[in-house]
């Protein structure tokens, strides 16, 4: 190790990459490996997982145009990467099939590949129907540096660290796009020093951020050192390039501390989810704003915040649809939240619209009693009001429903579930008012009144949630377990919950399937989101 360097510096470039969009990724790359270069005069820069095309590209992956704008991109690395060595991400056609790849670009050639060995297929991956997995060690000279390669899941699972290091790895990068939800950061950490056990070496970490349709990635990126230790994070749900310092000796490579950004509290980093999210899906689909409906609860004002956050007052536009049944407070309320956050927003009564809905379908109320049909008749009429202010003015329209209306249908198809996205889609309604008091801390812009009323959907007179559902408090704990957790209706029965509550619960869950295959993506922030994690049949005998 004579001629070993004293020190090496790697970036770690926690990026946000827009899936599909090669060519974009490859500029975006070139960028950051110049000022890798130039800035911090970086020996090696790494790059999170399927850099080039963004993750997950999911189907895309099976489209040979897609697949056949791999080679000219890497083309494109090799002739302007020049000064620095680059770990970049990307999928590779090889003669036994497609593989998820990292590939070295040094000095204007393919220095290294690495085909990623452990391929997820649980909760939100499924990487099996596109990828056949790796099985060697990959590892690469870098400025006299022996640098091990790995991708995501092959730092969770045995094997391939302890493979690099025998194979003569002095430091092990790791490739990633590992998707947030709460607490996720602790995990990867400990994950990093299992492994680190098996290698005896450090591993720097290095993980997408941004948000893809219903995933977020959040960042994170983090170095631990031989011991386990770790000795450097970088800030969450940012962009960046973050430089790290190792020092090489005859007793190997030992990372330099480095700052460690702390790991956001549960609604800090729930919120700043959700805002990154919207922020995403509003600007990489070309939306110019949004608009959403807010009627003065709980959820529509939580849903303003996140909007503003995300985007700006400028780009956030309100409707007010106060029905018959509406409370003069809701109005108030409902002013005073747009009022502070700076946003437009249009009084538009829905009063003779519900008129002329009823007037219209005499021939099929006259004789019955009000129910359910009318109340869901005054969501509709919203429904439609939002949906043209959308047409006319391209806006986003953001449903404002949350995980626990989601999970038993407290919602109404094509009336409040109408629209293109829904931030707290994953958001039980406890944590709801939990991130409302954490964002008001920041600054008072949900009233107080409107944390503190019984929440309502006023389609009727007096209503309450209540009236439908058990106490929220009860309802999430049940969801939790029986939705998040997978545990049955005996044993939430056997944890202290009442035996008719978890046998009603677990029926509207099932009994609403079909209204959540029809509901807008949303932010997935918990390990078992409605959708991509949690896939159930509409047409089932399954009953508990």
Same mark, same amino acid.
């Given at each position: ?122 909760? @939100? ?19 006299? @540096? ?22 003569? $790895? ?18 990867? %950490?400990?994950? %990093? ?124 536009? $309100? ?41 219209? %379908? ?34 986003? @329209? ?102 008719? @509550? ?43």
């Amino acid at each position: 190790m004579s001629d070993a360097p004293s020190s090496f510096r790697v970036v770690m470039a926690q990026l946000d990459f827009l899936v599909g969009d090669v060519v974009g990724n490859v500029d975006k790359i070139v960028t950051a490996a110049v000022e890798a270069r130039d800035r911090w005069q970086a020996d090696l820069i790494v790059f999170p997982e399927l850099t080039l095309t963004g993750y997950p590209p999911e189907d895309l992956l099976l489209r040979p145009s897609f697949i056949g704008q791999i080679d000219p991109a890497l083309q494109r690395l090799r002739q302007e990467i020049q000064g620095i060595a680059a770990i970049v991400g990307c999928p590779l056609s090889t003669p036994g099939g497609l593989r998820n790849a990292a590939v070295v670009v040094n000095q204007g050639e393919i220095q290294a590949r690495y085909f990623k060995q452990w391929l997820p297929n649980y909760s @939100v991956f499924d990487e099996k129907r596109y990828f056949i997995p790796g099985k060697d060690a990959a590892v690469a000279d870098i400025a006299g @540096v022996r640098v091990g390669i790995t991708i995501c899941e092959d730092v969770w699972l045995p094997g391939p660290v302890a493979q690099a290091a025998q194979a003569g $790895a002095q430091l092990l990068v790791n490739l990633n796009a590992s998707p947030y939800h709460a607490g996720k950061g602790e995990q990867r %950490l400990t994950a %990093l020093q299992h492994r680190v056990r098996e290698g005896h070496i450090p591993i720097v970490y290095v993980n997408l951020v941004g948000g893809q349709d219903e995933l977020v990635f959040d960042g994170g990126s983090l170095v631990v050192n031989a011991a386990g230790t770790l000795t450097q994070r970088a800030p969450f749900f940012t962009e960046g390039l973050y430089p790290v310092d190792i020092q090489i000796s005859a007793q190997g490579a030992i990372p330099i501390p480095g700052e460690v950004v702390d790991e956001p509290g549960a609604e800090e980093g729930i919120y700043q989810a959700l805002v990154l999210g919207v922020r995403d899906y509003v600007n990489k689909n070309g939306f110019p704003g949004i608009v959403l409906g807010l009627s003065g609860g709980i959820d529509s004002a939580l849903t303003l915040a996140i909007a503003v956050d995300a985007l700006g007052p400028d780009r956030v536009e $309100a409707l007010l649809m106060p029905s018959r049944y509406t409370a003069d407070m809701s109005n108030t309320d409902a002013q005073q939240e747009a009022e502070a956050l700076g946003v437009k927003y249009d009084l538009m009564p829905i009063e003779p619209a519900f008129r002329a809905f009823l007037e219209i %379908l005499q021939p099929v109320l006259a004789g019955r009693p009000p129910d359910t049909t009318e109340e869901n008749l005054q969501a509709r009429c919203r429904g439609v009001l939002l949906m043209a202010a959308s047409n006319k003015t391209g806006k986003l @329209v953001l449903t404002t429903g949350n995980k626990s209306e989601t999970a038993v249908g407290y919602s109404t198809l094509y009336g409040d579930m109408a629209g293109g996205f829904a931030p707290i889609k994953d958001v039980l309604k406890t944590m709801v008012y939990r991130l409302s008091v954490w964002r008001n801390r920041q600054s008072p812009v949900i009233p107080q009144r409107v944390l503190d009323r019984p929440p309502s959907a006023e389609l009727r007179p007096d209503q309450t949630d209540q009236d439908s559902l058990p106490p929220y408090d009860v309802l999430d704990a049940i969801l939790h377990g029986y939705v998040e957790e997978d545990r049955s209706v005996e044993e939430l029965v056997a944890a202290g919950f009442d035996h008719a @509550v978890v046998e009603r619960v677990a029926r509207l869950v099932i009994l609403n399937e079909y209204k959540r295959r029809q509901a807008a993506p949303g932010i997935r922030i918990t390990p078992r989101a409605f959708g991509r994690d949690r896939r159930y049949p509409i047409t089932s005998g399954f009953r508990r």
